[in-house]
């Protein structure tokens, strides 16, 4: 009992959803061993067996798909990175990032527009970088898993004329390698966000900056990855130097918690619970078997049914083929203790660093000692938080109370929820014009007046000029305000361009 102390804090019904809890995982982890071994034809059994099911209890089968679904199908079933870029035309380039502490990370690279032959590999194209990172359980698939490329910000950004770069946590599908700790065992997996900030990111962000040869990126991060990014920040003051803008969608720093009041207050009476209930490696490693024997809708059913109890979301801002294309790309591997971090976070109500004591022992003074916080507010590199107001995740108030006063843009997204910022049916008129403004404004190398006004009037918006400095957009090289409406003309961006 002496290793396992929140047992004498919990209530009867808390008791009982731990047990409840170790039943189902217990049962999940025997069919995961039964399904490992059956034979391809039994998987595809229980498939169409599913399939079936669902079309006579919950819908018919569409005789004629659209446009979007079958795109979406395509997307669907694309094996990996490259395939999901071959799909819209793009070419890529694959980097490996070696750790100070010895993880192999996978780093992609998008250096040129739909269609256009790759430069040499490793080399500095010249143009303006952009440095993409993914969330929590994700990888860099799910920035390119779009049914339409206008609504996704790593093709846009590359016809933008902008050098794209997308990084991968250690353990997720693409860096599940190390040179000191084979992935099979528990040392392997002993990281949180700590090592994220102490490593992954800042690693990854000086070599890129040397192969291109400049001397900052633009970053963009998506949940958790902007916590690393805040984290990173705060911890390596000579970072700041090396990220001339940092744009935080669906920005994540100290959640308030989960909306299921009894897994809420379950977990934030114990974070070291997920320990006894996923184990100290990989969580939820299941999730791929789940999806191989489950149809596609089923799997989507399940996913938004899973997002509704835990967060109260919707979903109802991606649409139906978007989320049979996204979802199947969704998880990836991370490591349980990057969770109970987590957890251990929104107990404290704080951004604070790993608590390696977790079984501490409340003083006798009714207190317990909190472990350090990212010194957040000392990030010296301009920030824009670009926020869903229905993102049960997101108290943009306590994190704007834990960030600089003078270096920090706010930008509402009405009626967004957190992974409506990635995949929302109009992320090209909400999300992408607000991120190329602010690359625009910060980033380091000039972004060409031509891809700005590519890449808007691709998302369907319109344009207008109004001069500035005496200067017109034919004559002189000068600086010229551009102005833009949205498709429904309800939303205005002006941004100031190069010419």
């Known amino acids: 009992m002496s290793h396992i102390p929140f047992l004498g804090r919990l209530r009867l019904h808390e008791y009982a959803a731990v047990v409840l809890s170790l039943t189902l995982v217990f049962l999940e982890s025997v069919l995961h061993i039964i399904i490992r ?274 967060f109260r979301w919707r979903g109802s801002n991606i649409s139906p083929p978007q989320k049979l294309a996204a979802y199947a790309h969704l998880y990836s591997f991370a490591s349980t203790k990057s969770v109970v971090h987590w957890f251990q976070i929104m107990r404290h109500g704080r951004f604070l660093m790993y608590d390696d004591d977790v079984y501490h022992m409340r003083s006798s003074s009714g207190r317990s000692y909190t472990p350090v916080r990212f010194p957040t507010r000392n990030i010296a590199t301009p920030i824009v938080l670009m926020y869903g107001d229905e993102d049960s995740l997101v108290d943009i108030d306590i994190m704007r109370r834990e960030l600089p006063e003078n270096n920090v843009e706010v930008r509402r997204l009405h009626g967004y929820e957190h992974v409506d910022v990635l995949w929302g049916q109009n992320v090209d008129q909400d999300v992408i014009p607000g991120v190329l403004q602010a690359l625009r404004k910060y980033a380091e190398a000039p972004v060409t007046f031509e891809g700005i006004k590519h890449a808007l009037e691709n998302a369907g918006w319109t344009n207008g000029f109004s001069l500035k400095n005496g200067r017109t957009v034919n004559g002189v090289k000068g600086t010229t305000n551009y102005s833009y409406a949205s498709p429904g003309n309800d939303t205005a961006l002006s941004t100031d361009i190069d010419c």
């Open 37 to 310: 071994f059956l034979p391809k034809p039994i998987i595809e059994f229980f498939y169409k067996r599913s399939a079936r099911l669902f079309h006579r209890f919950v819908a018919s089968p569409t005789l004629l798909p659209s446009p979007e679904r079958r795109i979406a199908d395509r997307v669907r079933k694309a094996r990996d990175f490259e395939a999901l870029c071959d799909i819209f035309g793009y070419q890529h380039e694959e980097h490996v990032v070696l750790t100070k502490d010895g993880y192999l990370l996978g780093v992609h690279r998008l250096p040129v527009k739909a269609g256009e032959t790759l430069p040499r590999p490793g080399t500095s194209t010249g143009k303006p970088v952009v440095y993409l990172h993914h969330g929590l359980l994700m990888n860099s698939e799910v920035w390119v898993c779009m049914t339409d490329p206008r609504r996704s910000l790593p093709f846009v950004l590359a016809e933008a004329g902008f050098d794209v770069w997308l990084g991968n946590n250690r353990g997720n599908k693409y860096s599940k390698k190390s040179i000191h700790h084979n992935p099979n065992s528990a040392k392997f997996w002993d990281f949180s966000i700590d090592d994220f900030a102490w490593h992954d990111i800042p690693d990854t962000i000086d070599y890129i900056l040397d192969v291109t040869g400049i001397q900052s990126l633009s970053y963009i991060g998506f949940s958790q990855g902007t916590a690393q990014a805040f984290a990173a920040l705060s911890i390596h003051p000579q970072l700041n130097q090396k990220v001339n803008v940092f744009v935080a969608l669906a920005p994540a720093m100290s959640p308030p918690g989960l909306s299921a009041p009894l897994v809420d207050g379950l977990i934030k009476a114990s974070p070291s619970l997920i320990f006894l209930l996923f184990g100290r490696r990989a969580i939820l490693s299941s999730a791929h078997m789940w999806q191989a024997i489950l149809y596609p809708p089923i799997f989507v059913r399940v996913i938004d049914s899973s997002l509704t109890w835990l």
